[in-house]
């Protein structure tokens, strides 16, 4: 299987102290899931490439890894996307 970022719409609440805590995600294909926990917040590299403040969080039952690009990421804009896995193509 190989790593690909998938680019979503996130909701995110915003501390006093200016951190971000993503709360519901817009996939897609429109269908909208909560965050239920944030497990781990830290800066880090995707297998799929980039990097940011990557999410480990909970949605579902299952644990996800949720990064937020910032502006000076390889896109150039601020954005999130979920790391998944797809069939590699050769």
Do not use: H
Request: glycine share 8%.
């Amino acid at each position: 299987m190989c790593p690909q970022r998938v680019y979503v719409e996130m909701r995110v609440s915003f501390g006093a102290d200016g951190s971000m805590t993503p709360v519901r995600l817009k996939w897609k294909d429109g269908r909208i899931f909560e965050v239920d926990r944030v497990l781990e917040v830290r800066r880090a590299a995707s297998d799929a490439g980039s990097m940011g403040l990557r999410y480990t969080i909970k949605m579902m039952g299952q644990v996800r890894m949720l990064f937020f690009e910032d502006a000076y990421s390889d896109t150039g804009r601020a954005r999130w996307f979920v790391e998944t896995n797809v069939e590699c193509r050769m």
